[in-house]
Nanobody, 120 residues
Framework: QVQLVESGGGLVQAGGSLRLSCAAS????????MGWYLQAPGKQREFVAG???????DYADSVKGRFILSRDTAKKTLYLQMDSLKPEDTGVYYC??????????????WGQGTQVTVSS
């Protein structure tokens, strides 16, 4: 059984930084195809950043140049370094593994997420 545990969220002022972590456990999880999603208040969950084929990294346009995705394969842990945070980055961040059909479909049950709140 796969378990996804997100952490690292918090309250930060605009322009600040946070580093999120996602610890994945279970034999059926592939950290090489995992990414981060954001569910902003009142909105649907949307893709933020993730690892694609061949180690490539996909970023949503809204976070390019501000967020950096990384991973520790041995620890099955995914990270998201978030710099120059904006109020619109506020919401609950989740991690999950993509399917072969892309980031709109995920493989595992969602974890509890980690709350990020950016004040203006």
């Amino acid at each position: 059984q796969v378990q996804l545990v997100e952490s690292g969220g918090g309250l930060v002022q605009a322009g600040g930084s946070l580093r999120l972590s996602c610890a994945a456990s279970g034999r059926r999880v592939d950290i090489n195809y995992m990414g981060w999603y954001l569910q902003a208040p009142g909105k649907q969950r949307e893709f933020v950043a993730g690892f694609g084929d061949g180690g490539s990294v996909d970023y949503a346009d809204s976070v390019k140049g501000r967020f950096i995705l990384s991973r520790d394969t041995a620890k099955k842990t995914l990270y998201l370094q978030m710099d120059s945070l904006k109020p619109e980055d506020t919401g609950v961040y989740y991690c999950n593994e993509r399917t072969p059909y892309g980031w709109s479909w995920v493989t595992h049950t969602w974890g509890q997420g980690t709350q990020v709140t950016v004040s203006s």
